[in-house]
């Protein structure tokens, strides 16, 4: 991969994880915040698949795996805590 590619593709990483930071600390509503949480997640998805890709490896395969599955049980326990919360 060109070294140039790889430097654009960790600024834009980075720029999106520091605006998910942003929007997870600003708020306003927990709907936001729960939003900004699961951009992060994908952005950090991302960015091991990024590496694997770039070094060429099937090492961090099961870490992926992890980071989806805590993303996905993670959105679910949110909302259920969402809905119960406005009724």
């Known amino acids: 991969m060109n070294l ?6 960790t600024v834009l990483l980075s720029v999106t994880a520091l605006l998910a930071l942003v929007r997870i600390v600003r708020g ?11 951009l992060l997640l994908a952005t950090m998805i991302a960015a091991v698949g990024a ?11 099961p870490v992926l795996v992890v980071l989806s599955l805590l993303a996905f049980l993670g959105s679910v326990a949110l909302v259920r805590f969402a809905v119960g919360e406005e009724s």
């Open 51 to 61: 590496e694997a890709a770039v070094h060429r490896q099937t090492t961090t395969l």
């Open 28 to 38: 306003p509503s927990l709907l936001d915040r729960l939003v900004a949480t699961e």
């Open 4 to 9: 140039t590619m790889i430097v654009v593709l």
